[in-house]
T-cell receptor, first 114, second 115 residues
């Protein structure tokens, strides 16, 4: 069966420090991968999605970037964190480019910026 | 632009009572519709989905949802709520644009269950 792993689960970082969050998927090949941010009291905002190795699409301008160095690995990064980067970050995968395939989510990373 | 509205930010029900969570979408055609549930500090779990056909869809954990085209709604229901149903519920749509699977989420409804 397919599983998705995110780490770390919790992260506290100072303003201006770098960031690297990792997400890996097991049990499937060539998944679509997604990064979402969930701010307190708000819904989920799609940040990036990827349909293949090295293929990244950004949904909103921001201080973050994403990379997909391997088929089942998706990384969210920043060179210098801002206070506004605080939030709950969720990685997700779907099995196909078809729009009716549901997305499956990891357990998330709680990021606090001090 | 497509949007999803969940009018109720918080709902409290007693255990054993019935539940209905509202979801309205703004889109010219029928989108693909989903309900997800999120327990505190965790990721999202898919409850059910609607693509076409029968407008009443059954999901996991005893939930169902009804698509009403005339009202642009996809409300989630459960006849008898259990304490373990306390969580946050998100409605989401994928516009039928022929493009990628990009979910648009509502702001969520937080459900509290009283014993």
């Amino acid at each position: 069966s397919q599983t998705i792993h995110q780490w770390p689960a919790t992260l506290v970082q100072p303003v201006g420090s770098p960031l690297s969050l990792e997400c890996t998927v097991e049990g499937t090949s060539n998944p679509n991968l997604y990064w979402y941010r969930q701010a307190a009291g708000r819904g989920l905002q799609l940040l990036f999605y990827s349909v293949g190795i090295g293929q990244i699409s950004s949904e909103v301008p921001q201080n973050l970037s994403a990379s997909r160095p391997q088929d089942r690995q998706f990384i969210l990064s920043s060179k210098k964190l801002l206070l506004s980067d605080s939030g709950f970050y969720l990685c997700a995968w779907s099995g196909s480019i078809q729009v009716n395939q549901p997305q499956h989510f990891g357990d998330g990373t709680r990021l606090s910026i001090l | 632009a497509q949007s999803v509205t969940q009018p109720d930010i918080h709902i409290t029900v007693s255990e054993g009572a019935s539940l209905e969570l509202r979801c309205n979408y703004s889109y010219g055609a029928t989108p693909y519709l989903f309900w997800y549930v999120q327990s505190p500090g965790q990721g999202l779990q898919l409850l059910l989905k609607y693509f076409s056909g029968d407008t009443l869809v059954q999901g996991i954990k005893g939930f169902e949802a009804e698509f009403k085209r005339s009202q642009s709604s996809f409300n989630l229901r459960k006849p008898s709520v259990h304490w373990s149903d306390a969580a946050e519920y998100f409605c989401a749509v994928v516009p039928f644009s022929g493009g990628y699977n990009k979910l648009i989420f509502g702001a969520g409804t937080r459900l509290a269950v009283h014993p």
